[in-house]
Each structure stands twice: as C-alpha cells, then as structure tokens.
C-alpha cells in the first residue's frame, strides 16, 4: 500500500539534481493561490507564498517555527512555540490542502508543491509527463493516496452475559484516540462508526458510508478475568484481510493490548507509529484495572449526554477523583461534563464553566498532551473568557495532538473562528469534521449552523436537509431549516417546519426552539401566534438555570429592542456561553445599528458584522 514515488525531487535551489527555473515553480505557485481550495484561506496563503520564495531566494534559513510565528503570522516578538502552535497547526492544514489541490484540480500539473513533515522548507518536485497526483504511472497501485482514511468499527461483545457494553465501548474508544494521533492517519469519528452498532453490514457499504479505505472490525470475550479478543482489518475496496489477529490476555493487559492493535494497524497502513504516541498512551494509561473500568463507564455515560448521563458521568468521574486525585484522564472528562452542563443551560455558567477551566487546566499540568482537555479549555476560553487569542492557541494544541478530534474541530469553528471573522477558516474546519464523522449528528448540524450564520440560507437548508436524513427525529435541525426559510421569505414552508419540530418530543421544552418559533411567526406577519409562543418561552424560561439569551433574539424579532438588548446584557453578566455567537447571527440582525449593541459586540472582543 505505500505509494514509491519515481519523480526526481528537487529540495531547494541550492540542490542541482535537477534544475526548475524559479519562473516555473512561482506560476505553479500562483496557479495553488488562485484555485477554489484556498479560497478564503488568507493565512495558508501567506504561508505558502512565504516559505516558497524564503525558498526560492536560498533564505531557507528564515524557516523556522519562530520566524514564521513572528513574519507569517504576526506573533509578537515574545512568541513562544512552546505555548502557541500555530505554525504547526497551519502548517499542517497547508500540507492537507496541497494534498486536496493535487488530487483534484493539480493533477496533471508539472510541477509538485510539497512541505515534507519535519521541515518548513517546500519540496518541488518535475513530474514526468502522464503521471498523477501521488506521483505514479498510469495504471500504477495506488490503495491510499494522501493520508489513509480508517474506520474503527464498534467492538461486539460477545461474552457469554452480553454484559460488557461499556468495555467494548471504551476499547473501541482507546483505539480511536491511539490512531488519531498518528499524523499520516484519519480517523473515522465516533458518532459516525457507532452508527454501525449492532447492525450486520457489508464492509462495502460500511466504506461507501464513511468515505474510507481501511475498517477493522474486533470483537470481545469475556470470562471473569480473562478476555479475548479478535481483530480483522480490512480492505473495503477487495473486501480482502489485511491484517488479523487474536488477543488472549488477563485484564490487567488491556493497555498493552490496545497499543499492540494501534501499532499493528500502522503497519498495516504502512505508516509510523511514533515513539511520541506510545508515550503518550502510556502516560493515559497509568490505573489500576478497577480505576480504568470506571473511567470507560464514565465515558460511557459522557457520550450519550443529556443532562441525567451527564450527571452520573460527573459522579463517576468524582469518584475516580476521590481515590485518584492526580488521574488526568479523569480530571478531563470532569471537565468536559461541566462544560456541557452549562452548554445545555442545566448548570450555572458562573459555576460550570469556571470549574471546567479549573479542572482542565489541573488535568493538562499533570499531563500536557491531553487534546480533549485543551479542546474544552479552549471553549472555555472563547464561551465565558472572552479571550480569543487563548481560544486559538487551546483548539490548535488539541487539533495538533489528534488531527481526527471532530468535535475539537467543529468548537473551535462555532465557537472562536466564526465569531471572530474568520469564516472560510470556520467552513474548512467544519468541512473537514463532516468527512472526519460524515454520520454524525452534531458536526452536521454545526455545518448547516454555521452556513446559516454567513447568511449562505440556500446552502443550510440543503444542509439541513441531509442532516435531517441522518436523524429525523432531532427537533433542533428542523427549526433552524425553518428560520432560515422564514430568513429568505418562505413563510408557508417556514411555518409548516416550525410546526414538525415543536410536534418533535422534547422540543417545547428546548428554548432555542420556542425563540425560533418566535422569530419564524414574526418573519411571517404572524404576530398574534408569535406572542402565544414567546408566552411559552417565558414561561420554560423561569424553570431551572436558563439562559436569556434566546428570549433576546425572539424579543428582537418582535421589534422589542430595549427589551432584546436588556435580556442581551443580562446573558452578557451571567457569561451566558451561547452569547458568542451574536456577533453572526442573524435573527440579530434588526439591533445591529444600536449603538448598545455595538458596545456589547466590543466589550466581548468581537468584530462587527460586515
């Protein structure tokens, strides 16, 4: 499956190998800058053009983290790479954009582009006349071009008890997060492979689904303390076994085990199981087995949220705490479990989201290569501390320790690019989670969001649309396809989608929902039918912790300004997590001129919406 290139390379313009005329490589330069693939992608742009011509000029000196931080990307003279990886960060997401320039629009092109891992310094490379993308004679095998694709199927239980759900669960888990953190690697999300559970489906079809090459498929036996595990990786395009194996092992060797399955499958995948990432396993790997099963049960409970799993995922996370006080995956999924309490609007903000940070902030000093808790200190930073160079420099670490971490990639898309401006950055993020976990609800759902946001409505709603087929019965896509189609005038079919997501279960007791309706009978004339809906919101409103940031845009809508921008600065004092996304969205839109409003965007940190 490895890809042996036979084009002759030229390194830089002091290698004379083979001589390409410095004209040559800034057309192909240019012909990159120009295409649909960094459209909007003004800092890969600058990051190209910067290190091409260093390049081309034999300034190749100039190529270092900290001189790109500082020239590239205007870091301050006390730049630290140490603490910012931003020119790690981009410069891994410009080595995927070559690899999608190449494989599409660039195919034939004559001249190759490459920055080599390891290196800032560009490779350009003459391709011989009829060869493609990855460097290859036509009729060539070529089983994985770019960066292989691989789906961890759910792990089946088959003890004889059918009682261990949650172990299955969690080994599936640990080796997701093992292959995730291997650069040459995309890893199929969570959401999506469990999709497949306990369904029987041809690999084909599961391939087709998921967008990949590679699946492994495991199962799991247990008998007291002893278990056993069989493995098969397979080639979905032949359907052939690449690799298989069975695993008879005591519990306490779980851990070795799953590191044994992740090296495997990279070698199988002809790519490097860096000594880094076993590290790193071996760190999150320090419990007793008791301790470890408790953590997968907590998890557990963290993946299915809702406000009651959220709750006993904190309890068993606290429990761990209180026997283990220094157990930093624990401390991380306690962390998380605040931080989605708040987002849910069951927990005070001003508690939540403080404890949150404090809690991840104590996992990453215990172990600094934790993506999932910088990518909830990152939302921390952006949805209550407002500090959006913090915001950045958190998502970037965490997306640099697991390229293939969705929901770090639609967070830090929602929740800091997008307000801050950055909207073809946001949609490349979210692009690139949807074919991460293209069947998972929540990073569809934020797609069609934020197409929403930018006011590309025709775009959401065929978003929405296909998210709708993934999931029905999800209440919350109905509604935002039901705004968006008030947004462009389409009252009747506005009204009528409002209609099917309150019918939804659940859905009269989703604030979010009752203000769409709101805004959605206002657009339509509606007035009488838009005040009996926000009497329904005011009312849900007064129960529980809530947030009052949704009874701002319905008020809004209703042309109640003092009362919109009174409720907006109540959100603002109680660092209500969802007020982030004002500065962008549009139900908002009719307080945009207030000269209030305009301070508030301002003392949030925000751009004003051009």
């Given at each position: 499956?490895?890809?042996?290139?036979?084009?002759p390379?030229?390194?830089?313009?002091a290698?004379?190998d083979?001589?390409?005329?410095?004209d040559?490589?800034?057309e192909?330069?240019?012909?990159i800058?120009g295409?649909p693939?960094?459209?909007?992608s003004?800092?890969?742009k600058?990051l190209l053009?910067f290190?091409?011509e260093?390049?081309?000029?034999?300034r190749?000196?100039e190529l270092?983290?900290y001189?790109?931080a500082?020239?590239?990307?205007?870091?301050?003279?006390?730049?630290?790479?140490?603490?910012?990886?931003?020119?790690?960060?981009?410069?891994?997401?410009?080595r995927?954009?070559?690899?999608?320039f190449?494989?599409?629009?660039?195919l034939?092109?004559?001249?190759?582009?490459?920055?080599?891992?390891?290196?800032?310094?560009?490779?350009?490379?003459?391709?011989?006349?009829?060869?493609?993308g990855?460097?290859?004679?036509?009729?060539?095998s070529?089983?994985?071009?770019g960066?292989a694709?691989?789906?961890i199927?759910?792990?089946?239980?088959?003890?004889?008890?059918?009682?261990q759900e949650?172990?299955?669960d969690?080994?599936t888990?640990?080796?997701?997060?093992?292959?995730?953190?291997i650069d040459?690697?995309?890893?199929?999300?969570?959401?999506?492979?469990?999709h497949?559970k306990d369904?029987i489906?041809?690999?084909?079809?599961?391939?087709a689904q998921?967008g990949?090459?590679t699946v492994l498929?495991t199962s799991?036996r247990r008998?007291?303390?002893?278990?056993?595990?069989?493995?098969h990786?397979i080639?979905?395009?032949?359907?052939?076994?690449?690799?298989?194996?069975?695993f008879?092992f005591?519990l306490?060797?779980?851990?070795?085990?799953?590191?044994?399955?992740?090296?495997?499958?990279?070698k199988?995948?002809?790519?490097n199981?860096?000594?880094?990432?076993?590290?790193?396993?071996?760190?999150?790997h320090?419990?007793?087995?008791?301790?470890?099963?408790l953590?997968?049960?907590?998890?557990?409970h963290l993946?299915?949220?809702?406000?009651?799993?959220?709750?006993k995922?904190?309890?068993i996370?606290?429990?761990?705490?209180?026997r283990?006080a220094?157990?930093?995956p624990?401390l991380?999924g306690?962390?998380?479990?605040h931080l989605l309490?708040?987002?849910a609007?069951a927990?005070?903000?001003?508690?939540?989201?403080?404890?949150?940070?404090?809690?991840?902030?104590?996992a990453?000093?215990?172990?600094?290569?934790?993506?999932?808790?910088?990518a909830?200190?990152?939302?921390?930073r952006?949805m209550?501390?407002w500090?959006?160079?913090?915001?950045?420099r958190?998502?970037?670490?965490?997306?640099e320790?697991?390229?293939s971490?969705t929901?770090?990639?639609?967070?830090?898309a929602?929740?800091?690019?997008?307000?801050?401006g950055?909207?073809?950055?946001?949609?490349?993020?979210?692009?690139?989670?949807?074919k991460?976990?293209?069947l998972?609800l929540?990073?569809?759902?934020?797609?069609?969001?934020a197409?929403?946001?930018?006011?590309?409505?025709?775009?959401?709603i065929?978003?929405?649309?296909?998210t709708i087929?993934l999931e029905?019965?999800f209440?919350?896509?109905?509604?935002l396809q039901a705004?968006a189609?008030?947004?462009?005038?389409?009252?009747r079919?506005?009204i009528?989608?409002?209609g099917?997501?309150l019918?939804?279960p659940?859905s009269?007791?989703f604030?979010?929902n009752?203000?769409a309706?709101?805004c959605?009978?206002?657009?339509?004339?509606?007035r009488?039918?838009a005040l009996?809906s926000?009497?329904?919101?005011?009312?849900?409103?007064k129960?529980?912790?809530?947030s009052?940031y949704?009874q701002?845009?319905?008020h809004a809508?209703?042309g109640q300004t003092d009362?919109?921008?009174?409720?907006?600065n109540e959100s603002?004092?109680?660092?209500?997590?969802w007020?982030?996304?004002?500065?962008?969205e549009?139900?908002?839109?009719?307080?945009?001129?207030?000269r209030?409003?305009?301070?508030?965007?301002?003392r949030l940190?925000l751009?004003e919406?051009?």
């Amino acid at each position: 499956m490895q890809v042996q290139s036979q084009t002759p390379e030229l390194r830089s313009t002091a290698n004379q190998d083979l001589k390409i005329a410095p004209d040559v490589i800034r057309e192909q330069l240019a012909r990159i800058l120009g295409s649909p693939v960094l459209t909007g992608s003004s800092r890969l742009k600058r990051l190209l053009s910067f290190v091409v011509e260093q390049t081309l000029e034999g300034r190749t000196g100039e190529l270092k983290e900290y001189s790109l931080a500082v020239q590239v990307f205007q870091r301050p003279a006390s730049f630290d790479p140490r603490l910012d990886p931003i020119v790690r960060v981009q410069a891994s997401n410009l080595r995927a954009k070559l690899k999608e320039f190449y494989s599409t629009i660039g195919l034939g092109d004559p001249v190759l582009i490459e920055l080599p891992r390891g290196t800032y310094e560009p490779r350009f490379t003459a391709r011989l006349p009829g060869q493609n993308g990855a460097g290859l004679q036509p009729g060539a095998s070529e089983v994985m071009p770019g960066l292989a694709m691989v789906a961890i199927l759910p792990c089946v239980d088959l003890s004889p008890a059918k009682d261990q759900e949650h172990f299955c669960d969690g080994i599936t888990e640990e080796i997701i997060d093992a292959m995730a953190a291997i650069d040459e690697v995309r890893v199929v999300g969570r959401t999506s492979v469990f999709h497949f559970k306990d369904t029987i489906k041809d690999v084909r079809e599961i391939g087709a689904q998921l967008g990949v090459q590679t699946v492994l498929e495991t199962s799991l036996r247990r008998d007291e303390s002893r278990i056993r595990v069989t493995t098969h990786l397979i080639q979905v395009a032949t359907s052939f076994t690449l690799w298989s194996k069975t695993f008879s092992f005591q519990l306490t060797e779980v851990f070795a085990v799953q590191e044994d399955i992740a090296r495997s499958i990279a070698k199988a995948l002809r790519v490097n199981f860096a000594e880094s990432v076993r590290a790193r396993l071996a760190r999150r790997h320090l419990m007793d087995v008791e301790t470890y099963n408790l953590y997968l049960l907590g998890k557990f409970h963290l993946n299915k949220r809702g406000e009651e799993n959220l709750r006993k995922s904190i309890s068993i996370f606290e429990e761990i705490l209180s026997r283990h006080a220094s157990n930093a995956p624990a401390l991380s999924g306690l962390a998380e479990g605040h931080l989605l309490l708040a987002m849910a609007g069951a927990a005070a903000p001003s508690v939540a989201m403080g404890e949150a940070a404090r809690l991840a902030r104590k996992a990453l000093s215990l172990d600094n290569e934790l993506p999932e808790a910088y990518a909830t200190l990152g939302s921390v930073r952006a949805m209550y501390e407002w500090d959006w160079t913090g915001a950045e420099r958190e998502f970037g670490r965490a997306l640099e320790l697991s390229p293939s971490y969705t929901s770090a990639r639609t967070s830090y898309a929602l929740w800091c690019l997008l307000p801050t401006g950055r909207s073809q950055e946001a949609i490349d993020q979210l692009r690139e989670a949807v074919k991460l976990d293209p069947l998972s609800l929540a990073a569809n759902l934020m797609f069609a969001f934020a197409l929403y946001g930018l006011r590309r409505y025709d775009e959401a709603i065929q978003q929405c649309d296909k998210t709708i087929d993934l999931e029905p019965g999800f209440s919350r896509t109905h509604m935002l396809q039901a705004v968006a189609l008030g947004l462009k005038g389409f009252h009747r079919e506005a009204i009528r989608k409002a209609g099917t997501a309150l019918r939804l279960p659940g859905s009269r007791f989703f604030l979010a929902n009752l203000a769409a309706a709101v805004c959605v009978y206002a657009l339509a004339g509606k007035r009488r039918r838009a005040l009996l809906s926000l009497e329904a919101l005011n009312a849900n409103s007064k129960k529980g912790v809530t947030s009052s940031y949704w009874q701002a845009l319905a008020h809004a809508r209703l042309g109640q300004t003092d009362n919109a921008l009174r409720l907006l600065n109540e959100s603002f004092r109680m660092k209500d997590p969802w007020l982030v996304s004002i500065g962008y969205e549009p139900l908002a839109d009719p307080l945009r001129k207030e000269r209030r409003f305009q301070s508030l965007i301002r003392r949030l940190g925000l751009p004003e919406l051009q």
